[in-house]
């Protein structure tokens, strides 16, 4: 199975400021055929299901505020959410699609305001 | 508009058996995988498996394989996760999601029921 390794665990930032999430894969999760990492990105607020904010690294799902960005590749990926506003309080997970089964997610970060 | 409408919460004792639902609407139901993902409370998301409802293939993670039966009926749009002999530690609310794009498992969720919330307690 592929690991996934996500950090931090938790992190508070302040309105306006700049978060970043960090997801390490046991593996690449890469698919050299079509150069793309199979990869994904969700928000998980109290009560409801996960929603989709990014796949293949760095596509933005259709909805989502610009404010929300995905980089990487191969193994090391990050999630940004550029200014933080209050509704982005959530947790996120980072999940590879590259080898099923399993499909994989990564632990969470949850994300506060400071 | 494209939706999963899950069954509704279960409260169950241990050794009983379970099937909870997922209804599809909105999209061809036989062309489209169907997952389903585990969250014990207050904890992550676990991926238990997948089916293709247009010739029933399906695939289990290997933490899950054994403990659960996922199905579905393809003449009502509507796939199933079964238990056999349920435990305390089944205890979690389950998801049941549907990949961006038809065809394909590995594929990201991008449309995900409301969740079934089931508690197993003697």
């Known amino acids: 199975d592929i690991v996934m390794t996500q950090s931090p665990d938790s992190l508070a930032v302040s309105l306006g400021e700049r978060a970043t999430i960090n997801c390490k894969s046991s593996q690449s999760v890469l698919y050299s055929s079509n150069n793309k990492n199979y990869l994904a990105w969700y928000q998980q607020k109290p009560g409801q299901p996960p929603k989709l904010l990014i796949y293949?690294?760095?596509t933005r799902e259709s909805g989502v505020p610009d404010r929300f960005s995905g980089s990487g590749s191969g193994t090391d990926f990050t999630l940004t959410i550029s200014s933080l506003q209050a509704e982005d309080v959530a947790v996120y997970y980072c999940?590879?699609?590259?080898?099923?089964?399993?499909?994989?997610f990564g632990g969470g970060t949850k994300v506060e305001i400071k | 508009e494209v939706q999963l409408v899950q069954s509704g919460a279960e409260v169950k004792k241990p050794g009983e058996s379970l099937r909870i639902s997922c209804k599809a609407s909105g999209y061809s139901f036989i062309s489209y995988w169907i997952g389903w993902v585990r969250q014990m409370p207050g904890k992550g998301l676990e991926w238990m498996g997948t089916i293709y409802p247009g010739d029933s293939d399906t695939r289990y993670s290997p933490s899950f394989q054994g403990q659960v039966t996922i199905s579905a009926d393809k003449s009502i749009g509507t796939a199933y996760l079964q238990w056999g002999s349920l435990k305390a530690s089944d205890t979690a609310m389950y998801y049941c999601?549907?990949?961006?794009?038809?065809?394909?498992?590995?594929?990201?969720?991008?449309?995900w029921g409301q969740g079934t919330m089931v508690t197993v307690s003697s």
């Open positions: 999601a549907r990949p961006n794009h038809y065809g394909s498992a590995r594929e990201p969720f991008d449309v």
């Open positions: 293949w690294a760095s």
């Open positions: 999940q590879q699609f590259h080898s099923i089964p399993p499909v994989t």
